[in-house]
């Protein structure tokens, strides 16, 4: 994995250095809270409800060893004692003091990380596959591609102050688990007839109060023309996009305004101009630059293993909770006698995405005694053991066990996507963790839930769906309205290369009926199906939204139904938002109000 260079420490301690100085000068009252937001969003530090949050960047999710540890060091010497894993595959802490930020950051940097553009309108933390380097299905690893797009981008004047935030996904399989099409930019990597690789390019996705599928801007881009490529959208789209109306400003709403034809040929025009210039065969990466970067993912030092292991079979055999869990957190890997572990971050009834430091320590030294010392942060959040010998599972499993991170639930209707929600969200509508914990704990039976198969339930606080409802088997989306908390159900989405966004099944449900509205269509879909291997998704492609829609809205729940003549039925009326806040303060002990 990539190791900071001479340029990578400098540039980030000179940052360090330049916002303590800012810092001190906000605590001083020598800056406003408006002068000093633009200051600290550069450096991943938000106000949020009740605190600060400081978001780190995890680079294409990779994390090693000591990084995990210095982490769990932060969240026990400066937070709360725990972090919380996103779907950008970053990390955040949730109740830093502003004083203390400068110091998180310096302890950051002396293992390599930073919080630099994790905010703000410029390009984003990029995202990658995390089985990357791993997985079987892989054609390149796109780790590389990322780490390149990182140097590029890192304090790029020309792209500093964007109309709107911009994010990148690249995978190297076609089984898209970074979800690319759901990014202004997504890069898949391919190959063309030749055999040579390269990137298919997608433009113009993103999720948010209008979600949109990515549009295919160039089916084959040579490896040598990425940067030059992606500059040149970019130029296009900070010169064309909008800026009188933040809503309208990301460039999803640029591509279907002036449609996809117009803005493929302005890019091909500014890349041709680019390529024209004096300079501009250095604006092609060169084969040596693509290699040396390469050389820092070089595949590890492997055993040479069979792929079978007695030892292992003869576990599966004796151990019922072991086998559940290989069957549903382990998926092959490239190399024989090796398997890729995820971890779930969701066991039951607890917050998804949230680690202990305890955890954060369990997780580093499993990493470092059982992965070669690597993990990675899905956007599922969870955490990937990428490379873990077959015959290392019960040891590893016996170890996940002690730190509470055993849970069987990977793709299961359990292992459920949450924002933050309105426990800790400035602009959450409505809260998305206890609704996310009553789901999971309603379908607690490991049995249930192995009947149910794949499921994905992705879960969204406000209309910005930091959740990923949108492409949620069954997405929730919880708003505001006249005092009360309301949750949409969408149905169908999917975060895969079969990309769709979901379909909103009618008006929205109060918080007590979340549950209770969820069973139901679990009951449909395992009443509809073919057989037991016909997944949610399937049978709702198979027979579309109709019979999920008179399952959701019932006559007999103070309605008729969404039969033709009759009206939806009302949602009942659930607790208001400071009655909502009451609860969730005396259900969270650690909601401890800082003044600063």
């Given at each position: 994995?990539y190791r900071y260079?001479?340029?990578?420490?400098?540039?980030?301690?000179?940052?360090?250095?330049?916002?303590?100085s800012?810092?001190?000068r906000?605590?001083?009252?020598?800056?406003?809270e408006?002068?000093?937001?633009?200051?600290?969003?550069?450096?991943?530090?938000?106000?949020?409800?009740?605190?600060?949050?400081?978001r780190v960047?995890?680079?294409?999710?990779?994390l090693?060893?000591p990084?995990?540890l210095?982490?769990a060091?932060?969240?026990?010497?400066?937070?709360?004692?725990?972090?919380?894993?996103?779907?950008?595959q970053?990390?955040?802490?949730?109740?830093?003091k502003?004083?203390?930020v400068p110091?998180?950051l310096?302890?950051?940097?002396?293992?390599?990380?930073?919080a630099?553009?994790?905010?703000g309108n410029?390009?984003r933390?990029?995202t990658?596959?995390?089985?990357?380097g791993?997985?079987?299905d892989?054609?390149?690893?796109?780790?590389?591609?990322?780490?390149?797009?990182?140097?590029?981008?890192?304090?790029?004047?020309?792209?500093?102050?964007?109309?709107?935030?911009f994010?990148i996904a690249?995978?190297?399989?076609?089984?898209?688990?970074?979800v690319?099409?759901?990014?202004?930019?997504?890069?898949?990597?391919?190959r063309?007839a030749?055999?040579?690789?390269?990137?298919?390019?997608?433009?113009?996705?993103?999720?948010?109060?209008?979600p949109?599928?990515?549009?295919v801007i160039?089916e084959?881009?040579?490896?040598?023309?990425?940067?030059?490529?992606?500059?040149?959208?970019?130029?296009v789209?900070?010169?064309?996009g909008?800026?009188?109306?933040?809503?309208?400003a990301?460039?999803?709403i640029?591509?279907?305004e002036?449609k996809?034809?117009?803005?493929?040929?302005?890019?091909?025009?500014?890349?041709e101009?680019?390529m024209?210039?004096?300079?501009g065969?250095?604006?092609?990466?060169s084969?040596?630059e693509v290699?040396?970067?390469?050389a820092?993912?070089?595949?590890?030092?492997?055993?040479?293993?069979?792929?079978?292991d007695?030892?292992?079979?003869?576990?599966?055999a004796?151990?019922q909770?072991?086998?559940?869990?290989?069957?549903?957190?382990?998926?092959?890997?490239?190399?024989?006698?090796?398997?890729?572990?995820?971890v779930s971050?969701?066991?039951?009834?607890?917050?998804?995405g949230?680690?202990?430091?305890?955890?954060?320590?369990?997780?580093?030294?499993?990493?470092?005694?059982?992965?070669?010392?690597?993990?990675?942060?899905?956007?599922e959040?969870?955490?990937?053991?990428?490379?873990?010998?077959?015959?290392?599972?019960?040891?590893?499993?016996?170890?996940?066990?002690?730190?509470?991170?055993?849970?069987?639930?990977?793709?299961?209707i359990?292992?459920?996507?949450?924002c933050?929600?309105?426990?800790y969200?400035?602009l959450a509508?409505?809260?998305?963790?206890?609704v996310?914990?009553?789901?999971?704990?309603?379908?607690?039976s490991?049995?249930?839930?192995?009947?149910?198969?794949?499921l994905?339930?992705?879960i969204?606080g406000?209309?910005n769906?930091?959740?990923?409802?949108?492409?949620g088997?069954?997405?929730?989306?919880g708003?505001?309205?006249?005092g009360?908390?309301?949750?949409?159900?969408?149905?169908?989405?999917?975060?895969?290369?079969?990309?769709?966004?979901?379909e909103?099944?009618?008006?929205?449900?109060?918080?007590?009926e979340v549950?209770?509205?969820?069973?139901?269509?679990?009951?449909?879909?395992?009443?509809l199906?073919?057989?037991?291997?016909?997944?949610?998704?399937q049978t709702?492609?198979?027979?579309g939204?109709?019979p999920?829609?008179?399952?959701?809205?019932?006559?007999?729940?103070?309605?008729?139904?969404?039969?033709?003549?009759g009206?939806?039925?009302?949602?009942?009326?659930?607790p208001?938002?400071?009655?909502?806040?009451?609860?969730?303060q005396?259900?969270h002990s650690?909601?401890?109000?800082?003044h600063?």
């Amino acid at each position: 994995m990539y190791r900071y260079d001479e340029f990578d420490d400098r540039f980030v301690r000179e940052r360090v250095a330049s916002f303590r100085s800012q810092v001190e000068r906000r605590l001083s009252g020598a800056l406003t809270e408006d002068e000093f937001k633009p200051l600290r969003l550069q450096n991943g530090l938000y106000l949020q409800l009740h605190a600060y949050m400081l978001r780190v960047a995890i680079p294409y999710g990779t994390l090693n060893s000591p990084q995990m540890l210095q982490l769990a060091m932060i969240a026990e010497r400066w937070d709360k004692g725990y972090g919380h894993f996103t779907t950008r595959q970053n990390i955040q802490f949730n109740w830093p003091k502003l004083q203390d930020v400068p110091a998180i950051l310096e302890a950051l940097a002396d293992v390599g990380m930073h919080a630099i553009q994790t905010s703000g309108n410029c390009i984003r933390n990029v995202t990658a596959d995390h089985f990357a380097g791993a997985a079987a299905d892989e054609i390149e690893d796109p780790r590389p591609t990322a780490e390149i797009l990182r140097q590029w981008s890192s304090g790029h004047p020309e792209f500093a102050f964007l109309p709107r935030k911009f994010k990148i996904a690249v995978t190297g399989s076609p089984n898209d688990r970074a979800v690319t099409k759901a990014h202004d930019i997504g890069l898949r990597m391919v190959r063309n007839a030749a055999g040579e690789p390269g990137y298919e390019v997608i433009v113009g996705g993103g999720l948010g109060r209008t979600p949109m599928i990515g549009k295919v801007i160039r089916e084959f881009l040579p490896k040598a023309d990425l940067l030059a490529y992606l500059e040149s959208v970019l130029r296009v789209y900070n010169l064309y996009g909008r800026r009188d109306n933040k809503y309208k400003a990301r460039i999803k709403i640029l591509v279907h305004e002036s449609k996809l034809e117009t803005i493929r040929a302005e890019v091909e025009a500014e890349f041709e101009r680019l390529m024209a210039e004096e300079a501009g065969p250095t604006r092609a990466l060169s084969a040596a630059e693509v290699a040396r970067i390469e050389a820092y993912f070089a595949p590890p030092a492997f055993d040479d293993l069979p792929d079978s292991d007695a030892g292992l079979e003869a576990a599966l055999a004796a151990d019922q909770d072991f086998r559940a869990w290989v069957k549903t957190n382990i998926v092959a890997h490239r190399q024989s006698g090796y398997r890729i572990v995820t971890v779930s971050i969701k066991p039951i009834g607890k917050a998804p995405g949230d680690a202990s430091a305890d955890q954060m320590r369990a997780l580093a030294d499993i990493a470092e005694r059982y992965s070669l010392g690597e993990l990675r942060v899905s956007h599922e959040q969870n955490i990937v053991l990428p490379h873990v010998r077959a015959a290392d599972l019960p040891e590893v499993f016996a170890c996940l066990q002690k730190a509470d991170l055993a849970t069987a639930n990977i793709g299961l209707i359990t292992d459920i996507i949450a924002c933050p929600g309105m426990d800790y969200c400035a602009l959450a509508t409505a809260r998305s963790i206890p609704v996310a914990q009553d789901i999971a704990n309603h379908f607690n039976s490991p049995a249930l839930a192995a009947e149910i198969g794949k499921l994905q339930i992705k879960i969204s606080g406000c209309i910005n769906a930091c959740g990923h409802h949108h492409v949620g088997h069954i997405g929730i989306l919880g708003l505001e309205k006249g005092g009360i908390e309301s949750y949409q159900i969408t149905l169908g989405g999917d975060a895969t290369e079969t990309t769709a966004i979901g379909e909103r099944a009618g008006p929205g449900f109060a918080y007590d009926e979340v549950v209770p509205a969820v069973r139901r269509l679990v009951d449909a879909y395992l009443a509809l199906r073919t057989d037991a291997n016909e997944t949610f998704l399937q049978t709702y492609r198979r027979l579309g939204a109709a019979p999920f829609k008179a399952a959701l809205y019932p006559a007999d729940i103070g309605g008729s139904g969404s039969g033709a003549g009759g009206g939806w039925p009302k949602a009942k009326a659930g607790p208001s938002l400071s009655a909502s806040a009451q609860v969730q303060q005396a259900a969270h002990s650690q909601y401890v109000f800082y003044h600063f």
